[in-house]
């Protein structure tokens, strides 16, 4: 701005700003003895306060830290995630060692064990989103991770639909917590452009554990049919996996922080307030344990709430049916057991190579709804082959089946996404909730016959039985979701285009600088620069770039806090 602010437009400004909640003091004394009171405010701006309001972190202080917080937090994310791929997907590898014969399974019972976690998941994901409101999220992940390794191995002793189904639906109950943590985890931690590359880190985990899964699977069924074995290969699958998710629990206790407000990590000098400061930038603050009911009126009225909530319907019908029954399908193309698990390494490699070169153009163009849009439309493209192609042409077959597997980035990509556009602890708590609502209701609805009380009357089975091993109803389900997931992005996209307009012009109107860059999607090198430049800048003016982000850390959500930047 070329005009010059003055101090008695600063004031009305301010006065404007505590109206409307955003907590934009100009005097010191009236900031504290307001947070004194506010019993929304969040820990990391209690623990400011105490250091005087404000920390000035060097490019080095910040780059220490992050190293620090990618050791102790998103290598856990990581091991973790890994994990729950390995326990959700053994149904998948026993699928291919004949589970449906030794347990004597018909019909539509198999559709069943894939889809009735994914119900249970549905039940519970909210409640464990609003649990970790009020319980130390590392105590949460890790009570779950041990209840569901036990459950996998439990599994294993289950020789008929009954028993299976329950395990199943235990499983669900337990990973519940796993994404929602996670998303939580990561905006407490990392700035949002970090929050990109980290999200992307623990979902390339799904990659590694479909490449290494596949081979333990082969491995425990060669064991267990070239010798005479009580053990059958389906059994010995989930018996080995859940021992190893069970093996980890101890490890992620240790390792896993609770918050960046009492991380053991951080004791040394002034690195807990180091890793406070480096995620002012956010605006989105960090946790607070009190549920806000005015956050979550305003989460349901929210337009982009509903957006997520559609296009993660769109994303997720055709990856619960793919992830569920891939291995029937290129079973179907005339591979025996053996060949059949093998040929699901590649999608693991495929997974890792496309989400990496994904978020390295998003972070490049800054414009994530693009990336995901160019991604979805060679998936249209192979499913349509998978329907249409003849089983003759084999290479054709293959090579369609793992263009589809581009589907395994999507999700990703758009977790990433939607972490980075709200703001408000009820608030995400909300928007979490709601995303995995829309995920596990899409999931079921792609994988088994459902009757759902207040969610649907009745969701046909739309891989039919009938149909294998083509499963054309399934795949023409997929291509009409995946046309429905390109219509909404570009929407989303727009819409936060429009509300980052509006938000400029709400700051013209408060007297504050219209036009800002999100530093926390900047390089921590480029952000310092751009703090510096900011910080000259606005001196000249009259005004303190301290007060502008002040109310960094206060519970504000993004329609609240003028400051806030959305990431298109």
Request: aromatic letters at 12%; hydrophobic letters at 45%; one cysteine or more.
């Given at each position: ?36 009171a ?5 820990d ?18 910040r ?16 091991i ?8 959700k ?18 019909g ?50 289950a020789?008929?639909f009954?028993?299976?189904?329950t ?46 899964g ?18 059958r ?22 390792m896993?922080?609770?918050s ?15 890793a ?11 946790k607070?344990?009190?549920w ?98 003849p089983r ?17 980035t ?57 149909e294998?091993?083509y ?12 046309c ?23 700051r013209?109107s408060?007297?504050l ?39 960094a ?10 400051i ?5």
């Amino acid at each position: 701005m070329s005009e010059k602010i003055s101090g008695a437009d600063i004031l009305e400004s301010a006065q404007h700003l505590e109206n409307i909640n955003s907590k934009f003091d100009i005097e010191a004394g009236a900031v504290r003895r307001r947070r004194v009171a506010n019993t929304q405010l969040d820990d990391a701006a209690k623990i400011l306060e105490e250091a005087g309001g404000h920390f000035e972190a060097t490019p080095e202080d910040r780059k220490r830290i992050l190293r620090k917080v990618d050791l102790w937090v998103c290598v856990p994310m990581c091991i973790v995630y890994c994990l729950q791929q390995f326990d959700k997907s053994s149904v998948n590898y026993a699928s291919v060692f004949d589970l449906q014969a030794e347990t004597g399974l018909v019909g539509s019972e198999y559709s069943w064990l894939g889809s009735c976690g994914y119900i249970t998941q549905l039940l519970f994901q909210s409640t464990s989103a609003y649990a970790l409101v009020f319980f130390p999220v590392k105590n949460w992940v890790c009570f779950n991770l041990a209840a569901w390794s036990i459950v996998t191995i439990c599994t294993g002793a289950a020789t008929n639909f009954a028993g299976l189904l329950t395990c199943r639906i235990l499983l669900g109950v337990f990973e519940a917590t796993v994404l929602p943590s996670f998303v939580l985890i990561t905006q407490m931690w990392y700035t949002r452009r970090e929050n990109s590359y980290r999200t992307i880190a623990y979902q390339i985990s799904n990659g590694i554990a479909g490449m290494i899964g596949p081979l333990m699977a082969f491995g425990i069924g060669e064991a267990t049919t070239s010798r005479p074995s009580a053990i059958r290969p389906y059994q010995g699958i989930f018996i080995f996996l859940g021992s190893v998710t069970l093996s980890f629990t101890p490890l992620i206790w240790w390792m896993l922080p609770n918050s960046p407000t009492t991380a053991s990590f951080l004791r040394q000098g002034n690195d807990r307030l180091i890793a406070l400061e480096r995620i002012r930038e956010n605006n989105t603050g960090t946790k607070t344990s009190k549920w806000n009911w005015d956050q979550f009126w305003e989460t349901m009225k929210d337009p982009k709430t509903w957006l997520w909530f559609f296009m993660f319907i769109f994303v997720c019908i055709p990856n619960g049916g793919i992830g569920t029954f891939g291995g029937l399908i290129t079973k179907g193309f005339g591979f025996n057991s053996f060949i059949t698990i093998v040929m699901q390494i590649p999608t693991g490699c495929i997974t890792i190579l496309v989400l990496l070169c994904a978020i390295f153009i998003t972070n490049r163009i800054k414009v994530r709804f693009i990336v995901i849009c160019f991604l979805v439309v060679p998936v249209i493209g192979a499913a349509a082959g998978l329907v249409y192609l003849p089983r003759s042409n084999l290479a054709g077959l293959i090579g369609c089946y793992y263009t589809v597997w581009l589907i395994s980035t999507l999700q990703p990509l758009m977790y990433a996404w939607s972490n980075l556009n709200a703001a408000g602890t009820t608030k995400r708590v909300v928007t979490i909730s709601l995303i995995y609502v829309g995920r596990e209701f899409s999931v079921c609805e792609a994988t088994g016959e459902i009757r759902l009380i207040r969610v649907a009357e009745c969701i046909g089975n739309v891989y039919l039985a009938r149909e294998a091993p083509y499963y054309r109803t399934g795949l023409l389900t997929c291509i009409g979701s995946w046309c429905g997931l390109f219509i909404t992005c570009v929407t989303m996209g727009l819409y936060l285009r429009y509300l980052n307009r509006k938000q400029e012009r709400r700051r013209v109107s408060l007297g504050l600088p219209a036009k800002l860059e999100d530093m926390s999607i900047m390089s921590t090198d480029d952000a310092a620069a751009y703090r510096s430049s900011l910080s000259q800048r606005l001196r000249e003016q009259g005004f303190d770039e301290i007060k502008l982000f002040e109310g960094a850390f206060d519970d504000m959500t993004d329609l609240e806090n003028p400051i806030f930047m959305y990431v298109i």
